[in-house]
């Protein structure tokens, strides 16, 4: 079931307006009414990831859905990414930008592309189906656990299915939404349409940037179109979905004070300062371009550690220099050791550099 799968996977996640979830701070139960809507400002950036990951093995089964809007008083640039393991290999599904009227609700994941979708009658998202040369779905069932750290975030662990025509894999996703304020500066609309444009953003080391990393390389180093990516704003940084087959999760995520890990097991959380920091980088022979391989969980507690290696990695070129350099998404094998408990675990690292 991972690697003898090829996974072609699903592109979008999309959700009609007025549709499927409300923002990402409406967590915890609340009702609409009760809902207090944050003022963001007059510019605002929202994330979507969904990270699929299937049994751990040699190569889990993994797929991620990574999507963005930012939004101004002119309208809404957005952008989605979707990738899944195919064997030993990542592929590209979708590296798409496009621009949009102005709506009330930004934050909802809109229609692109082939991806029909199944909503409950509560209005709820529950199958997403993408037809090509093969039918893909992906089914979310329920929800494990759920974490809001702050008024932006809410990091929600669920059970998932994803399928390739008659093959289906079963596994967990995590649903990261996440809203922030956004200055002029770095939202401003350079000459050019938005589909071609990314906003520079200052790197920071202490977010796993590397210091010998230069921004001059900006040749594709997949077989995608070798044009800027098309995706607004990119934070440098790493994320991780973590976990084993027993039960135990860890989700290393940027918060409004850092990042923070969020380790769920046997039915408890523990939150507490961490974030993950490369420690291994390797040269792409095509282009140079040099990309992290390997990672280490560092706390500021020391009560979590942890090293991590990648099997398999996606790399996007994403912007001119001054900006962001690339993105990375890696499937990782390792350890985490928390507290005193040592467990081997499997997983998705997502690193802007």
């Not at 009330?104 to 997403?128: F, M, N, Q």
Request: glycine fraction near 10%; include cysteine.
């Amino acid at each position: 079931m991972r690697a003898a799968y090829s996974i072609a996977f699903l592109t979008l996640l999309l959700v009609f307006p007025g549709c499927e979830n409300g923002p990402p701070w409406a967590g915890g139960g609340a009702s609409e009414e009760e809902a207090v809507t944050p003022d963001f400002g007059p510019i605002a950036a929202y994330n979507r990831r969904l990270i699929f990951l299937g049994p751990g093995g040699t190569l889990p089964t993994a797929a991620v859905f990574d999507f963005v809007a930012l939004s101004d008083s002119v309208g809404i640039r957005r952008g989605v990414r979707a990738r899944v393991v195919d064997g030993a290999r990542w592929r590209e599904l979708l590296d798409a930008g496009w621009e949009m009227e102005p709506m009330r609700e930004p934050w909802r994941l809109v229609p692109h592309g082939p991806l029909k979708l199944v909503v409950s009658d509560a209005g709820d998202l529950g199958t997403l189906i993408h037809r090509d040369s093969v039918t893909t779905r992906l089914q979310l069932g329920a929800t494990l656990a759920e974490h809001s750290p702050d008024v932006g975030t809410q990091l929600v662990l669920r059970s998932a299915r994803l399928s390739l025509d008659d093959e289906t894999v079963a596994g967990i996703l995590l649903d990261a939404q996440l809203g922030r304020a956004v200055s002029p500066s770095l939202a401003g609309r350079p000459a050019g349409t938005a589909n071609d444009t990314v906003d520079t953003i200052p790197t920071d080391p202490e977010a796993g940037a590397d210091p010998g990393q230069t921004n001059a390389d900006t040749t594709a180093d997949t077989s995608a179109d070798p044009t800027v990516s098309p995706t607004p704003i990119a934070l440098p940084g790493a994320e991780a979905l973590l976990l084993n087959n027993a039960g135990y999760y860890t989700v290393i995520a940027p918060a409004s004070t850092g990042s923070l890990a969020w380790v769920r097991n046997a039915g408890q959380n523990d939150v507490q300062e961490a974030r993950l920091a490369p420690t291994s980088w390797t040269a792409s022979p095509e282009t140079g371009l040099r990309i992290p391989s390997a990672w280490r969980v560092v706390s500021a507690s020391g009560d979590l550690s942890g090293e991590l290696t990648a099997e398999a990695t996606d790399r996007i070129v994403l912007g001119e220099p001054g900006a962001p350099a690339a993105m990375a998404y890696a499937v990782v094998s390792g350890w985490i050791e928390d507290r005193t408990a040592r467990r081997n675990v499997f997983g998705l690292v997502r690193h802007v550099w």
